[in-house]
């Protein structure tokens, strides 16, 4: 390049120095034309790094707005609009800022257009005084409704300390802090936003009210008074799927756990089917209670149970474009016990069946886990390599569930 620029420069040097009449006037045009070139290219590369910081500054006002359009009035979010703008961009070259606003309610739509000039530095020298720029940017703030089931472990390595906080209080802590951002979020719209709390360990628990369901095997250990609720894998394959459940087909029915059969030997809190009420989960969240062996398989079956609206949960829309669903997995160990024993192997091979079949119909799965996880699972599990958080401490967990909680209800640009 260097050889290149001093060989230019002597050409262009010998032209200037040439006395022909000819060349010295296609030299003097000749020259104009490349200074006027350099002037304009000079001036175009400026204007279009101001475009950029333009549509980036308008970008970001209109989706902060958009946040609270359901709260405030049209001239407060033109207002809002207009400052943040303008605060971005006076200053830095542009002039004559204009920025104009939109909003259609009846279709949750918010519009901002941001128009000015750019003064032209040298290209004035051909004529080229200013160069108007502009830009435009629309988000529609009624997002997706959408259902989430946080599949929550409730074992009992979850009285250790996790960086010198017990993990079921960092858990308790953090579940609760993502209900509250949801809320925030995507509150303003009744059902727009439903959460259901599934505590598992070596299996569930159900309220006392489904006891008479059709779906719960009637054997004599639910027949008994004090019944615990407690639930163990269905049948295989039924255990990681959601068939229908069929009362002229036992296999296809939720059994007793015969092992936890009396309320004092099942401490595990029940599941909290899906809500609108987002706010009544604090109490099932504090009430979560570590104990018991780790079946990740049979908090992630019942996570999908609760998403679809079909028995034995039926609180779920129907799947479509009006509602997106994900499921929110955290745990703290690797799997050791479910109905059939304690084959670690055997049992990841029924977390990796579930997780497949629940990603199958839409489903979304985040995954939480500390360093004593099994990572190479909940990778797998996970619908993407980022939608997988590794955690070290309850600072950690409460970061990951308020950047799920963020990507779960972000507004995203129209254009």
Known sequence: MTTYRKLAGKLLWSFAGNREGNVAMMFGLGAFAILGASAIAFDYSAATDRQTKMHAALDAAVLNAAKRAPELSDDELRAIINRQVKSR?????????DVRVSIDRANSTLTGEVTGNVPMQFAGIVGKQALPLSS????????QDVEIALVLDNTGSMNESLG??????????AAKSFV??????????????????VPFDTGVRLQPGHRKEAWVHK?????QGDWSGCLYDRDQPHDVMDTFPDSSD???????????AKSSSCLIGPITPLTSNLGSLNAPIDAMLPAGNTNITVGLAWGYHVLTPSEPMTGAAQFGKKVKKYVILMTDGQNTKNRWGGNASAIDSRSREVCSNIKKVGILIYTIGTADANASLLKECASAPDMYFPINSGAELNRAFEGIAAKVSELRLSR
């Open 250 to 260: 036992a296999a296809t029915l939720f059994k007793a756990d015969p092992n936890r």
């Open 219 to 223: 054997d004599t250990v639910t027949q």
């Open 89 to 97: 961009l006076i200053g830095d070259g542009l002039r004559d800022l």
């Open 180 to 197: 509250n951002y949801i809320k925030s979020a995507l509150g303003n719209k009744p059902d727009a936003a439903k959460i259901a709390v």
């Open 164 to 173: 010198g906080t017990r993990k079921i209080e960092a858990l308790r802590f």
């Open 136 to 143: 435009a940017s629309q988000v529609n703030w009624a997002t």
